[in-house]
Nanobody
Framework: QVQLVESGGGLVQAGGSLRLSCAAS????????MAWYRQAPGKQRELVASISSGGITDYADSVKGRFTISRDNAKNTVYLEMNSLKPEDTAVYYC????????WGQGTQVTVSS
């Protein structure tokens, strides 16, 4: 059974940092472009950052310079380092393939207080 499990979220003050992790089971992430998405209350899910199988990264303008996506293929895990967090970053964060997405995991809640 393919499963994506996100972790690392929490409550942090504005300006703080968090590191999210996404561990996969039942499938290998190494050959896939992976991405982090987020969904704030009342809003659609949006793409935050992506990383190709070769390590090329891309970011939404809203997080560029503050967030860093990375991957450890040996651990079958994708990470999202988030710095200089803002209240508008508050959302549930999910990871998934960039294309041909798998079933969504439960996500991890990130709350940034002002």
């Amino acid at each position: 059974q393919v499963q994506l499990v996100e972790s690392g979220g929490g409550l942090v003050q504005a300006g703080g940092s968090l590191r999210l992790s996404c561990a996969a089971s039942g499938t290998s992430l190494s050959v896939n472009a992976m991405a982090w998405y987020r969904q704030a209350p009342g809003k659609q899910r949006e793409l935050v950052a992506s990383i190709s199988s070769g390590g090329i990264t891309d970011y939404a303008d809203s997080v560029k310079g503050r967030f860093t996506i990375s991957r450890d293929n040996a651990k079958n895990t994708v990470y999202l380092e988030m710095n200089s967090l803002k209240p508008e970053d508050t959302a549930v964060y999910y990871c998934n393939k960039l294309v041909y997405r798998l079933s969504w995991g439960q996500g991890t809640q990130v709350t940034v207080s002002s």
